[in-house]
């Protein structure tokens, strides 16, 4: 069945980096787009953008243009976000959904706290 | 960006009755190829979100016939038959008509 695991939790203090995986199961990876959603404390979806899994070529969306990095290791049927300077707005639930929303993996906590 | 108004905020209903959640959208969601990327998910407590409905009215993989999509261009409904125990969580829209995706504010439906 497909599957879509995501690294586990994080504690990062502001500044710092972080890169969490999403490893895909059950399907061709190159097959489906990857979604990227972020999910704040008590609130909604927000969309994050996408990675195109045949190019590799990432789409963010406005609010996320600066410091996330989508990414790939097609091999290992996997997908990274990676974000960098790290706020204490970051803090929040990161969700990957592949191609049309129709999967989602299990989220993971990123919690940024000096 | 497509703005998604979702209606109402929160529901509680018995179980077996009948619920329906309105999703409209500042812009008609109608693509070039005719097709409308109108979506509902379902994410129950603790839980990632799931694909309830695809393109307005297409079932997700193993979702009962409870549940059932309808609308076009700018209005859509989600509409639940029998509300059963396992079905709260909160309901969100979802167009992917247009970049970026955005969602719509979420439904929260409670269990009297």
């Known amino acids: 069945q497909i599957q879509l695991v995501q690294s586990g939790p994080e504690l990062k203090k502001p500044g710092e980096s972080l890169k969490i995986s999403c490893k895909a199961s059950g399907y061709t990876f190159t097959d489906y787009a990857m979604q990227w959603v972020k999910q704040a404390p008590g609130k909604g979806l927000q969309y994050m953008g996408w990675i195109n899994t045949q190019t590799g070529k990432p789409t963010y969306a406005d609010d996320f243009k600066e410091r996330f990095v989508f990414s790939l290791e097609t091999s290992a049927s996997t997908a990274y976000l990676q974000i960098n300077n790290l706020k204490n707005e970051d803090t929040a639930t990161y969700f990957c959904a592949s191609g049309a929303l129709d999967y989602w993996g299990q989220g993971v906590m990123v919690t940024v706290s000096s | 960006d497509v703005v998604m108004t979702q209606t109402p905020p929160s529901l509680s209903v018995a179980i077996g009755q009948s619920v329906s959640i309105s999703c409209k959208s500042s812009?008609?969601?109608?693509?070039?190829?005719?097709?409308?990327?109108l979506h509902w998910l379902l994410q129950s407590p603790g839980q990632s979100p799931k694909l309830l409905i695809y393109?307005?009215?297409n079932l997700g993989s193993g979702v009962p016939d409870r549940f059932s999509g309808t609308g076009s261009q700018k209005d859509f409904t989600l509409k639940i038959s029998r509300v059963e125990a396992e079905d709260l969580g909160v309901y969100y829209c979802v167009q992917a008509t247009h970049f970026p995706l955005t969602f719509g504010s979420g439904t929260k439906l409670e269990i009297k």
């Open positions: 812009q008609s969601l109608v693509y070039s190829d005719g097709k409308t990327y």
């Open positions: 393109q307005v009215s």
